[in-house]
């Protein structure tokens, strides 16, 4: 059976590494200099493992109902792991300044936000809170995790990436995406040593996966809560 990948070059890049993403893409990722041949070897010879990965049910089964949600009063949206109502208001004291988004237990949104479009402004409004709000409690803890691990990154960014929930890059930039922000403390924080151990290991060998136990005792009660509810994390409400 044919197996479907696509490769990825970069002329900074000193291993080849393959990424099955949540949406079953196989990414192979490799130096410049790496030929087609060798890259189709090596595929080959990781081919049950990827099969494994494209095929995990509980990782990609499809929720028995769509998710998605409209904004509007009564219906909620998550905010680190827990659900919060959501009420629209005519007014907002106290707000965000960039979004008037108000949140105290509840979500409180401007109703109005122009003549046309108010729902989908709504949601524009919204992801720009979480957003604001992930850059506001991730990078703190990047660079704590970091200080522990005892590694050195460039820069971390707060990415919009659906099917990836972070990446460590050849520069050593650790990229998070926003969407972590909905999700439990503990799962932020393994993403995080997740893509910082990269640094010390960049394939998914026994040693790395030590090495991120030995920061995150929750490990896999993490990674059980991101196959149970990434899919309802990828939405952007």
């Known amino acids: 059976m044919q197996l479907d990948y696509t490769i990825k070059r970069s002329a900074k890049r000193r291993k080849l590494t393959i990424t099955v993403e949540r949406d079953r ?10 030929s087609d041949e060798r890259i189709a070897e090596v595929v080959e010879s990781r081919r049950q493992w990827i099969y494994e990965k494209v095929k995990h049910e509980q990782k990609y089964d499809e929720l028995p109902h769509p998710p998605g949600k409209e904004l509007v009063s009564g219906e909620s949206a998550l905010y680190l792991g827990r659900n919060y109502r959501i009420e629209l208001v005519d007014s907002v004291e106290g707000g965000d300044a960039r979004t008037g988004i108000q949140f105290d237990h509840k ?28 850059a506001e409690k991730i990078k703190p803890r990047v660079d704590q995790h970091a200080r522990e691990l005892g590694v050195q990154f ?58 991120v136990r030995s920061q ?22």
């Open 25 to 34: 893409t196989v990414i192979v990722h490799a130096p410049t200099s790496t």
């Open 107 to 134: 979500f409180f949104v401007p109703r109005n936000l122009g003549t046309r479009g108010a729902e989908a402004k709504r949601k524009e409004v919204l992801r720009e809170w979480y957003k604001a709000k992930a």
């Open 154 to 211: 460039a820069e971390c960014r707060i990415v919009d990436n659906r099917y990836r929930w972070g990446s460590c890059t050849v520069k050593d930039n650790v990229n998070l995406n926003w969407r972590l922000i909905k999700a439990p403390m503990f799962v932020i924080d393994y993403v995080i040593v997740h893509e910082l151990a990269h640094l010390l290991e960049a394939n998914h060998t026994p040693r790395f996966w030590n090495i």
């Open 216 to 237: 995150i005792s929750t490990m896999d009660k993490a990674k059980q809560w991101l196959k149970e509810h990434g899919q309802i994390l990828e939405e952007d409400i």
